[in-house]
């Protein structure tokens, strides 16, 4: 699976962005999806995590509420909806797919791929 995270932007503090994740390869459905961020000097950071069939979410406290992960199957793509954004949001994001039977989807360290990164800069 080969993913491409894009959408990302400079954006104004109480604004909004979409990012997308376009996967390439078979059985996409297969696969939990999952969006990480990261600032330079710190750990990735789990954001936000959606089931294969997209019927169950799990996110950071640190969004919840003002995030919305979403996949479209059909088309092989994870949208992350961001609103009211902060800039403590500012950071590189990146979408990754885990194998169905991982004991954790929200470690990066037990991500099977990883897309490429998309820059936020949420400015005050």
């Known amino acids: 699976v080969q993913l491409q995270a894009s959408g990302g932007g400079l954006v104004q503090a109480g604004g909004s962005l979409r990012l997308s994740c376009a996967a390439s390869?078979?059985?996409?459905?297969?696969?939990?999806m999952d969006w990480f961020r990261q600032v330079p000097g710190k750990e990735r950071e789990f954001v936000a995590v959606i089931g294969g069939s997209g019927g169950n979410t799990l996110y950071a406290d640190s969004v919840k509420g003002r995030f919305t992960i979403s996949r479209d199957n059909a088309k092989n793509m994870v949208y992350l909806e961001m609103n009211t954004l902060k800039p403590e949001d500012t950071a590189v994001y990146y979408c990754a797919a885990y194998q169905a039977g991982s004991s954790s989807y929200t470690s990066p360290r037990l991500a099977s791929y990883w897309g490429q990164g998309t820059q936020v800069t949420v400015s005050s």
């Open positions: 390869g078979r059985a996409f459905s297969l696969y939990v």
